[in-house]
Every structure is written in structure tokens, then in C-alpha cells.
């Protein structure tokens, strides 16, 4: 299987920027408030697959494949935050829009908030799920981290370490899932396979060094976050740690829910969603 194989539920749109192909979908009446949805740590646009069809109608919503991941190119750059914060400005300045409301997952997540810091007045708002770039590794995390997803080992991964590896992030499993299980153990025969596993480590290293949580007070735009309760990847600590550096943050937590909210908990994700989005659109100048 080949990442350009899989299937997306939106019709996919592709921009070249800095010379690198991206691949994005782009959904809803082209005036109306817009979303911007970037996916997480070795993932892809249609990880907010469940949740997109919510917002269709009345906003105008944007999902990218963000370099190193899904359809978009994946050469082998030095991926940090900074460099996918510029690189995402050009983009969306290619899309002619001005202002936007980011929701983010995990690394996503943590784009959007080092976006919203660097670009201010582009950013209305925040919805962040799960979001990496704050949490506090202990030493013991890091080595287990730099020993076990270097990207040799991540292209020998098997069947059953990708299942487990699924199902810690997932917080758990249903006979639903084997789907997804399938396309990533067959992705791992993907011609860029190699690019895409580059890409992983380099976020995970990002990660790793952020110094975001001593930075994210300047966030003064309005946010949101919901966060699993039984997160195994970023746990809840961290989330709440967040949200006592931001006084105008919500936090909600989901009882029993992992690291994929938005696929696990998706209708609870859209009610919180549109909650939110109703108070920020209600004040858009707050």
C-alpha cells in the first residue's frame, strides 16, 4: 500500500509550497468562519474524519497533511516546530485566509500554539485536543523514546508492535479498529515509508526539547481544551498543567478516554466544539 492509496472522506486538493507538495482538503462555504485541523504525531488529515462533517455546513473547514505525513511530501528536513509554523503561514496565506480558528491534535496541537505566539493576530482562537509540546518527560521517557522510535526501528515495526502501539493510544480496542490497524501495517511497504518515519522521530524529539510551557502565557486568545482521561501518551497532568499557565482556557476532560478523542469520543468532541465556537464567534474580538 502507498500513502497516496488511501482513502479520504473528502475530495483531496494538493499546493506546492517551498517546493514541497501538500495535500489538504478544503470544505464549506469559502466566506464563512474558518477551521484549520492539524492531525498529531504520525498521523494524517482524515484522523478528524468523524468530526468534519459537524462543521461542513457552517464554517469553512481545512485539513492539511502537514510535510513528512500522509499524501504531502516527505523529504528529509529538519522538521521543528518553527520550521512547520512558517511553512504552514505560507500555506495558509496561498488560501487567502486572513483569520482563523486552529484545532489541533496532540503535535497538531502544539503547531497551533507555537503559531498562535508567533502570529497573533491570525489566530481567533484555539481547540486543542490532547496537545503535545508541553508535557515533561522524565529522563526515563526520553531514553525509552530516543532507544525505541528511531526511524529504523519504526520501519521494523511488526503487525503486532503496531497493534500495541494503537491500542495505547487509543485507550483501547473494538473489532472497529482492525481497519485502521491494516492501513498502517500496510504502509509500512510504502515507498516513502522512510520519509514518514523521519518525520515522526523529528516531532517526537521536538517534543522532547520544547520549551512551550514556558512560553504559552502569551497565548491570549480564547481556548479550548479537551483531554482524555485515561491518556497513556500526554496525560491528563499535562493538561491540566496547561490550562492553570492559561487562565481563559476551558479544560474538558473525557472519563474513560484515551489519546484520540476525536475518534474515540467524537460526538463529545463536536458538542464541546460547537460550545465553544458559539461563545467565540458571539465575541470576535475576545
Same mark, same amino acid.
Given at each position: *500500500?502507498?500513502?497516496?492509496?488511501?482513502?479520504?472522506?473528502? #475530495?483531496?486538493?494538493?499546493?506546492?509550497?517551498?517546493?514541497? %507538495?501538500?495535500?489538504?482538503?478544503?470544505?464549506g462555504?469559502?466566506?464563512?468562519?474558518?477551521?484549520?485541523?492539524?492531525?498529531?504525531?504520525?498521523?494524517?488529515?482524515?484522523? $478528524?474524519?468523524?468530526?468534519?462533517?459537524? $462543521?461542513?455546513?457552517?464554517? %469553512?473547514?481545512?485539513?492539511?497533511?502537514?510535510?513528512?505525513?500522509?499524501?504531502?511530501? !516527505? #523529504?528529509?528536513?529538519?522538521?521543528?516546530?518553527?520550521? +512547520?509554523?512558517?511553512f504552514?503561514?505560507?500555506?495558509? !496565506?496561498?488560501?487567502? /485566509?486572513?483569520?482563523?480558528?486552529?484545532?489541533?491534535?496532540? +503535535?497538531?496541537?502544539?503547531?497551533? *500554539?507555537? +503559531?498562535?505566539?508567533? $502570529?497573533?493576530?491570525? /489566530?481567533?482562537?484555539?481547540?486543542?485536543?490532547?496537545?503535545?509540546?508541553t508535557?515533561?518527560?522524565?529522563q *526515563?521517557? /526520553?531514553? $525509552?523514546?530516543?532507544?525505541?522510535?528511531t526511524?529504523?526501528?519504526? @520501519?521494523?515495526?511488526? #503487525?503486532?508492535?503496531?497493534r500495541?502501539? @494503537?491500542?495505547?493510544?487509543?485507550?483501547?480496542?473494538?473489532?472497529?479498529?482492525?481497519?485502521?490497524l491494516? !492501513?498502517?501495517?500496510?504502509?509500512?511497504?510504502? %515507498?516513502?515509508?522512510?520519509?514518514?518515519?523521519?518525520?515522526? +522521530?523529528q516531532?517526537? &524529539?521536538?517534543?522532547? %526539547?520544547?520549551?512551550l510551557?514556558?512560553?504559552? &502565557?502569551?497565548?491570549?486568545? #480564547?481556548?479550548?481544551?479537551?483531554?482524555g482521561?485515561k491518556?497513556?501518551?500526554?496525560?491528563l497532568s499535562?493538561?491540566?498543567?496547561?490550562?492553570e499557565?492559561?487562565?481563559q482556557?476551558?479544560?474538558?476532560?473525557?472519563k474513560?478516554?484515551?489519546?484520540?478523542?476525536?475518534?474515540?469520543?467524537?460526538?463529545?468532541?463536536v458538542?464541546?466544539m460547537?460550545?465553544f465556537?458559539?461563545? /467565540?464567534?458571539?465575541?470576535?474580538?475576545?
Amino acid at each position: *500500500m502507498e500513502f497516496a492509496d488511501v482513502a479520504y472522506r473528502y #475530495p483531496v486538493q494538493f499546493q506546492t509550497i517551498q517546493n514541497i %507538495r501538500v495535500a489538504y482538503i478544503d470544505q464549506g462555504p469559502p466566506q464563512a468562519p474558518t477551521l484549520v485541523f492539524l492531525h498529531g504525531n504520525g498521523a494524517d488529515l482524515s484522523t $478528524f474524519d468523524w468530526v468534519y462533517p459537524a $462543521f461542513c455546513s457552517g464554517y %469553512r473547514v481545512i485539513g492539511i497533511d502537514l510535510p513528512g505525513y500522509g499524501k504531502s511530501d !516527505k #523529504p528529509l528536513l529538519d522538521y521543528t516546530p518553527t520550521w +512547520y509554523v512558517e511553512f504552514l503561514h505560507d500555506w495558509i !496565506k496561498e488560501l487567502n /485566509v486572513r483569520r482563523w480558528i486552529g484545532v489541533g491534535h496532540s +503535535y497538531g496541537g502544539c503547531l497551533i *500554539m507555537e +503559531y498562535s505566539l508567533q $502570529f497573533p493576530e491570525e /489566530v481567533q482562537a484555539l481547540i486543542l485536543l490532547d496537545a503535545a509540546g508541553t508535557y515533561a518527560y522524565s529522563q *526515563m521517557e /526520553v531514553e $525509552f523514546i530516543r532507544a525505541n522510535f528511531t526511524p529504523e526501528k519504526l @520501519m521494523a515495526a511488526t #503487525p503486532e508492535q503496531i497493534r500495541l502501539s @494503537m491500542q495505547q493510544g487509543l485507550g483501547e480496542w473494538s473489532p472497529a479498529y482492525e481497519s485502521w490497524l491494516e !492501513k498502517w501495517v500496510g504502509l509500512t511497504r510504502a %515507498r516513502d515509508y522512510a520519509g514518514y518515519a523521519h518525520a515522526v +522521530y523529528q516531532a517526537l &524529539e521536538a517534543c522532547i %526539547r520544547s520549551d512551550l510551557l514556558e512560553r504559552v &502565557e502569551g497565548i491570549r486568545q #480564547p481556548v479550548q481544551l479537551i483531554w482524555g482521561e485515561k491518556d497513556a501518551i500526554i496525560p491528563l497532568s499535562a493538561g491540566q498543567a496547561l490550562a492553570e499557565r492559561l487562565p481563559q482556557a476551558e479544560l474538558e476532560v473525557l472519563k474513560g478516554c484515551g489519546h484520540f478523542p476525536q475518534l474515540t469520543r467524537a460526538s463529545s468532541v463536536v458538542a464541546i466544539m460547537n460550545r465553544f465556537l458559539k461563545s /467565540v464567534l458571539a465575541h470576535p474580538g475576545g
